[in-house]
T-cell receptor, first 112, second 113 residues
């Protein structure tokens, strides 16, 4: 699986959009981009994933660049409960799906 | 709750003792994964099963570690002769046959004294 690079930490004001970047320059054509978050002492929670098109769900939006070498997770209206470590990973899905290779993630702190 | 469950949630043991953790995946998920996470780091892959077959093992999984999934449902992870370096959160995840999402359990926090 390709590796990803994320900033170590970011701050965001409550109610504003949080934009979390991720670089995955060695991603292969069949690998998807996944985002998880982990609140202290809990297991990682799935947020969203995509292949090449932008995706949106009730939690967040995922913007993937045309060359697929980077992506941005957008939390449109960050709340204090969004304070967590956010992980960007790339992995195969379907019959080729396997392990997830996590980096150290971005610690997002939402401030009042 | 029909999510991934892990037992126990916390385990404190003395160095040299054996410990066993259990993971119950989401019903009908055929893939089950074990990860280890130390403080300040992201989860590290240990091993994964498809049904009862163990398909991949990380080099992190030394010979003191063994994982089983005998009936393709729940799984156990055993650590023999624990060392202080084994102190970590042990996470289990499962995914459906399509494998698109991995759902993680709450983890078992192991402390080796």
């Amino acid at each position: 699986d390709a590796k990803t690079t994320q900033p170590t930490s970011m701050d965001c004001a409550e109610g504003r959009a949080a934009n979390l970047p991720c670089n995955h320059s060695t991603i292969s054509g069949n690998e998807y981009v996944y985002w998880y978050r982990q609140i202290h002492s809990q297991g990682p929670q799935y947020i969203i994933h995509g292949l090449k098109n932008n995706e949106t769900n009730e939690m967040a939006s995922l913007i993937i660049t045309e060359d697929r070498k980077s992506s941005t997770l957008i939390l449109p209206h960050a709340t204090l409960r969004d304070t967590a470590v956010y992980y960007c990973i790339v992995r195969f899905v379907g019959t080729n799906a396997g392990k997830s290779t996590f980096g150290d993630g971005t610690t997002l702190t939402v401030k009042p | 709750d029909t999510g991934v469950s892990q037992d126990p949630r916390h385990k404190i043991t003395k160095r040299g003792q054996n410990v066993t953790f259990r993971c119950d995946p989401i019903s009908e998920h055929n893939r089950l994964y074990w990860y280890r996470q130390t403080l300040g780091q992201g989860p590290e892959f240990l091993t994964y099963f498809q049904n009862e077959a163990q398909l991949e093992k990380s080099r992190l999984l030394s010979d003191r570690f063994s994982a089983e999934r005998p009936k393709g449902s729940f799984s156990t992870l055993e650590i023999q002769r624990t060392e202080q370096g084994d102190s970590a959160m042990y996470l289990c995840a499962s995914s459906s046959p399509g494998g698109n999402e991995q759902f993680f359990g709450p983890g078992t926090r192991l402390t080796v004294l």
